[in-house]
């Protein structure tokens, strides 16, 4: 009896986990999927990608927008375009912006009530930002809700320059991982920009140099 009370104890305490939604898909892309992979699932090019910075980690960006993919397996109703964002060649972030057309009269709670179908209850529901009180807030994202669990975070927020919704998915511990490598990046380059500054005009001037030796040997007057 104790036995079997135990068993039905234990599957009442598993079952939400059975039911919990993966938070780290969207859609056809899953977190920690390969730069390659992206790119043959969005029928793009190594061309298409951005390198943001090359060490201490290779942070790479690729932007797509889903309605100039031929073929209906490959449009995605209701998305203007997609940010990619790679850290070693893995992916740790989508960025997601939504049609305008497709949003429009949809509120933030129409949208928090969709977005729960698929990824569950909202952890995280933000409260009212105080412009008065925040004045540098506006260059950001403004959160709107959230959806957690210990490795990944659903994020529904608002542009503050167009007002338009997006969703962020990112894998928490790469992205800090990312974090800290551009910042790193951004001090590397700020220490070694006098020298290749320096680097630059002396290269500029000996091929000016070079240029002067060859023409004063064929310029005819």
């Excluded at 709670?109 to 969709?114: A, G």
């Excluded at 957690?148 to 990112?170: A, H, K």
């Excluded at 990046?185 to 001037?205: I, M, N, S």
Aim: glycine letters at 4%; aromatic letters at 6%.
């Amino acid at each position: 009896m104790r036995s079997s009370t135990l068993c039905f104890v234990v599957l009442l305490l598993a079952a939400p986990l059975l039911h919990a939604q993966d938070l780290s898909k969207y859609r056809h892309f899953t977190l920690g999927m390969s730069l390659t992979g992206v790119l043959e699932r969005t029928d793009q090019k190594m061309a298409n990608v951005k390198v943001i910075h090359s060490r201490p980690a290779l942070i790479q960006e690729m932007t797509w927008w889903p309605r100039n993919v031929p073929g209906a397996s490959l449009r995605s109703e209701g998305i203007e375009e997609i940010l990619f964002s790679f850290c070693n060649g893995e992916l740790y972030k989508i960025s997601v912006t939504y049609d305008p057309h497709s949003t429009a009269g949809l509120t933030e709670q129409d949208m928090m009530k969709s977005i729960s179908a698929k990824y569950g209850r909202a952890t995280i529901a933000a409260p009212e930002i105080d412009s008065t009180t925040n004045a540098g807030y506006e260059t950001n994202q403004k959160p709107v809700a959230s959806w957690d669990d210990e490795q990944y975070s659903v994020n529904l927020v608002r542009s503050p320059f167009n007002d338009v919704l997006g969703l962020v998915v990112l894998s928490k511990q790469a992205n800090a991982q990312a974090e800290l490598a551009s910042a790193e990046a951004v001090k590397l380059d700020e220490q070694e920009g006098p020298k290749r500054e320096a680097e630059r005009q002396k290269k500029q001037t000996d091929d000016m140099e070079a240029a002067r030796q060859k023409n004063q040997k064929s310029f005819h007057p």
